[in-house]
């Protein structure tokens, strides 16, 4: 029996050492690249500029340089995981950036985070 608990409180904290690297923002930025393909980059643009073909027609609302590491600066991981998740609104941004916390998973989201940050350290 103090075998099994053992090993039931090995594999505890190995979930609970896991866990939260990637949950503090932790993410895969070439799993968040494919993402930015598939759902962001008609607006953020392929670099993460915010010159994706989308925003051409929209002339009201200046997206922001992923690229430009001042202004990305001033924004937490925490920060860009809300704006993901619950759309620019949350965060007093655009309304018309999406909420994607239906459509992505948390992970998913994270490896999202780690993407747009590996545009500002170019």
């Known amino acids: 029996m103090k075998r099994i608990s053992h090993v039931m409180l090995t594999s505890l904290i190995a979930v609970g050492v896991t866990l939260p690297v990637w949950a503090q923002g932790k993410g895969d930025p070439k799993l ?4 930015h393909v598939k759902h962001c980059q008609r607006c953020h643009g392929e670099q993460g500029k915010g010159d994706g073909p989308a925003m051409k ?3 009201t609302v200046k997206i922001g340089d ?3 590491r001042e202004e990305m ?3 937490s991981d925490q920060d860009l ?3 993901t998740a619950e759309g620019g609104a949350a965060l007093g941004k655009s309304k018309l950036m999406p909420a994607y916390k239906d459509k992505l998973k ?4 994270w490896d999202l985070v780690a993407f747009i ?3 500002a350290k170019k």
């Open 117 to 119: 940050r590996s545009l």
């Open 66 to 68: 992923w690229t430009n």
């Open 73 to 75: 600066a001033k924004y």
């Open 106 to 109: 948390e992970k998913e989201i």
């Open 81 to 83: 995981y809300k704006i």
């Open 57 to 59: 027609a929209v002339k």
């Open 32 to 35: 968040g690249k494919e993402l």
